[in-house]
């Protein structure tokens, strides 16, 4: 069917909005443009590249997929279709797919050498993937690295004028000191970050896969969302809304590394806090909270220039020992991604997860992490290519069921740090102000008082840091999309 002239030339001026909206970084407007131009004109294979690029800057790969997908279908010559393709595939940590893709944009474009480079990388990376899964030692055989470590045996040279843990027990002054050597750019001796983290290793071990926490009439509780990295940031909340303490308890859910270039000194301060006071921090796994992300998005590159190889694999076993799920006071229910493709999940189901794993590709403990509101009722794929979209009447359901007031989950960058969905039965909250340098967003924490428990939501902007850039550690062909 011929698409009508004057729908074109329309078409063109939504690309060109777009493109306007997307050079600004308003990559959710750039994409509603590009919609409106496709609905003019779904012939042209630009628009859907486009917004494909539109959404791998949201993170939102699955759509990516779908977009990139729709583009070489109607343009099968179309290099940048499969360029686009590629990037998410990869995004995903899915090297093999990403392979065919850039294989095909070097055959279309011989001469470009962005494509070689791109298809050299994304080669060493499957080749790199074969040889791991090649030496993997089955699961069942596998030892702990944490039963292997003792830390005590690890000398401290006299020279090291950094923090210092006396004895087994890790204090408040301990912790002001280190967070002051990192907010310098100074290390912690590695047998103080070993003794840290095999400390919180065994608390959260013990710990249930959804943790009940009981606030008092008349105390408070604060619940950050994603920190990704942003250690200036962290330092700034602590700054507004005071030292974690039984006094001052805090959530941080999930996503605490990759992306920003300080993660190994946000893990360390979170974990000491949760060393020194086990009930003035609690923390839940997010989706980066997994070998897979860390490997693409910069953790374990930053683990191992600052620390070394025996922290990637212990971060990787601490991280599979980090709940996945808390619960207020029996009436807010607080997780990092979302609910369920299934209605009927009871908080016994939550508690009977086992979690000691790395995230599967589906199930609950795969939708807890992933998933996302839409505004839509019912349930929708995933933007993201893993879990799933749910709407409203979806919230609402679970929450009768399990007789809650709200749902609190982080996961989604948002212009003002949050956005209450769902007829207020949700909130998003997102602790990482102008994600990655460049989003522009606010970040915002929730304060919660018993017994009315009324969300009051603080919002921060970001604040200055060293200049390391976000991604500095990541995978370099991760990097050449950044």
């Known amino acids: 069917m011929e698409v009508d002239n004057s729908n074109v030339s329309k078409a063109e001026e939504f690309k060109r909005s777009a493109n ?9 407007q750039a994409i509603e443009l590009y919609t409106q131009a496709i609905e003019l004109n779904d012939k042209n294979a630009v628009y859907y590249a486009n917004r494909a690029f539109a959404h791998l800057r949201l993170e939102e790969y699955g759509s990516a997929i779908q977009d990139a997908t729709r583009a070489i279908e109607v343009d099968p010559k179309y290099s940048k279709g499969y360029y686009r393709r590629g990037a998410a595939h990869l995004a995903m940590g899915k090297f093999k797919e990403a392979l065919k893709d850039f294989q095909q944009v070097k055959k279309m474009c011989p001469n470009d050498t962005d494509a070689s480079k791109k298809l050299k990388e994304c080669e060493k990376a499957v080749m790199k993937l074969k040889f791991e899964e090649a030496i993997a030692v089955p699961e069942h055989q596998r030892r702990p690295i944490a039963d292997s470590i003792d830390f005590h045996s690890i000398d401290v040279e006299p020279q090291y004028s ?9 204090t408040l002054d301990f912790v002001k000191k280190m967070m002051d050597d990192f907010k310098n750019q100074k290390c912690l001796h590695k047998r103080y970050a070993f003794q840290i983290v095999l400390q919180t290793r065994e608390m959260l071990k013990a710990l249930p896969s959804l943790v009940d926490i009981n606030v008092p009439d008349g105390k408070h509780f604060t619940v950050c969302g994603d920190v990704h990295g942003q250690y200036y940031d962290l330092l700034n909340i602590f700054e507004l809304n005071g030292l974690p303490s039984e006094e001052n308890p805090y959530l941080f859910n999930g996503d605490f590394v990759d992306r920003g270039s300080f993660s190994v000194e946000v893990i360390l301060t979170l974990f000491a806090f949760k060393c020194m006071c086990p009930s003035g921090m609690y923390l839940a796994r997010g989706n980066h909270e997994s070998k897979n992300m860390n490997k693409i998005y910069g953790f374990e590159g930053e683990v191992r220039s600052k620390l070394n190889e025996t922290f990637v694999e212990l971060f990787s076993e601490v991280f599979c020992c980090l709940p996945l799920a808390h619960l207020i006071n029996e009436k807010i229910f607080i997780v990092h991604g979302g609910l369920f493709s299934v209605d009927g ?21 795969c939708e807890l992490l992933w998933s996302d509101p839409q505004p839509l009722p019912g349930r929708g ?12 009447d979806v919230t609402k359901r679970f929450l009768q069921d399990n007789n809650l007031d709200l749902v609190v989950r982080s996961h989604e960058v948002k212009d003002e740090g949050y956005e209450i969905d769902h007829d207020g039965k949700l909130i998003t909250v997102f602790s990482a102000p102008n994600y990655c340098d460049q989003m522009g967003n606010k970040g915002a924490f929730i304060k919660f008082e018993a017994p009315a428990l009324k969300p009051n939501i603080v919002t921060f902007s970001a ?17 050449l999309f950044s």
């Open 20 to 28: 306007e909206a997307f050079n600004a970084h308003r990559f959710t």
């Open 162 to 170: 950094g923090a210092r843990i006396e004895g087994d027990v890790v």
């Open 345 to 365: 999940v009871k908080l016994s189901d939550i508690r009977a997860i086992d979690r000691f794993c790395e995230p599967p590709e589906e199930g609950l403990m």
């Open 381 to 392: 794929p995933s933007k993201r290519g893993v879990g799933l979209s749910f709407g409203a």
């Open 463 to 479: 604040v200055p840091h060293p200049d390391v850039k976000p991604m500095a550690y990541a995978n370099n062909f991760l990097r």
